[in-house]
């Protein structure tokens, strides 16, 4: 207790820094969920990906990012333990914030699109496990997330196959693709709409404090029913406004099957960008707890005097410092695991990548509903190896799914190790 006393504001800058570098793992390496499709189907440059991500990304992140976290990340551990030596508490999570970071940016300078999620959930679990004590640690939520590297993948894939595959009969496999998109293309609209919609009011929104909404002609309650209803309206609307444009478009009927294939991708590629920004707010509301979850803990044990609270509102300045990390990250490295993913996997087309796009958004609300520890990573990992089993196994680079099933595995022991090192380290620094 005297530690934080003598040593609070040390402590609290030291989390700071920590916590910005954590942002910016997360900007480097996990924000490629959201733009490797645009970028590898060419749907967008990488600067155009770069840039709509660090205005969508920032928006999530600072507007939805949540005005009280829960200041012990995951509930992986138990807070109970450190009432007593809260001291132990603030180092652990500074120290798993740092050992999580410096994962982060030797799996974004490889290109290997790992976990931030499981790489601050394995951090944590090592410095309470070994230098606090193993009781601390949830072992069974911790069951749960090495069951997710299996589960997620499988979700996401099988969506993903299903959707490219209706795409191929319903549309590029006719005499007449063209026709066949103005059909069809508005219900991938409407599904598309309804997904990231749902995805926005559960993953974005719920962190706003936005209980209901008024419509005028009636009022839904977003926890509840009303936030599916809300979703359906925002579909259906999508549907239809993508119906007028696309019966608006003039091309040559008839031209060769060829154009009318790259006409199709075209309208694919609207669609991705639409999906990629939804994604991209989804993520940024969400996975920058991962950076200011820690963070949180550690500002509020030192305010409060040692005393750990199990929810806290936010100071001012924390998500800002989040947002930034992410941004800073994404537009410094990002790049390289935006390639993995978006052209390392397999070749991908606009409609390719839509499919993608659309499962790892469909997998994100089933794993929510249900209550499943998630890596938005491993989804859309698992979608794009999907849509390239759809067209066989010699579509895919089994190489780079090797590597990055590696990483996988290795993250949590990677990240547990780091931590427990940097534990010690601060320990004997501070002479706890």
Known sequence: MDILLTHGSTLVMLAAFVGFFMAWGIGANDVANAMGTSVGSKALTIKQAIIIAMVFEFAGA???????????????????????????????????L????????????????????HSIVGAIIGFAAIGVSPDTVAWGKVGGIVG????????????????????????????????????????????????????TIKKGLKHIGLEEINLGFTVLEIKGAGGYYLAILVAVIVAMI???????????????????????????????????????????SNDVANAIGPLAAVVSIVDNGGEIVKKSPLVWWILPLGGFGIVAGLAIFGHKVIATIGKGITHLTPSRGFAAE????CTVVIASGA????????????????VGMARGIAAINLGVVRNIVVSWVITLPVGAGLSILIFWTMQSTFGA
């Open 62 to 96: 600072y507007l939805a990012g949540g005005e009280v976290t829960s200041t012990i990340r995951k509930g992986i551990i138990d807070p109970t333990y450190f009432v007593d030596i809260p001291e132990l508490l603030v180092f652990g999570m500074i120290s798993a």
């Open 98 to 117: 740092l050992a999580a970071a410096l994962w982060l940016l030797v799996a974004s300078m490889l290109g290997w699109p790992v976990s931030t999620t």
């Open 148 to 199: 997710s590297w299996i589960i997620t993948p499988l979700i996401s894939g099988v969506i993903a196959f299903v959707i490219f595959n209706s795409a191929q009969k319903l549309i590029f496999d006719t005499d007449k693709p063209l026709e066949q998109a103005k059909k069809y293309v508005p219900f991938y609209m409407f599904l598309a709409g309804f997904v990231l919609s749902l995805v």
């Open 242 to 284: 993508g119906k007028y444009f696309i019966s608006r478009l003039n091309f040559d009927m008839n031209a060769d099957k060829e154009s009318h294939y790259t006409n199709v991708e075209k309208v694919f590629a609207v669609l991705m960008v639409v999906t990629a920004c939804c994604m991209a707010f989804a993520h940024g």
């Open 358 to 361: 659309l499962a790892a958004a």
């Open 371 to 386: 209550g499943l520890p998630i890596s938005t990573t491993q989804t859309l990992v698992g979608a794009v190896l999907g």
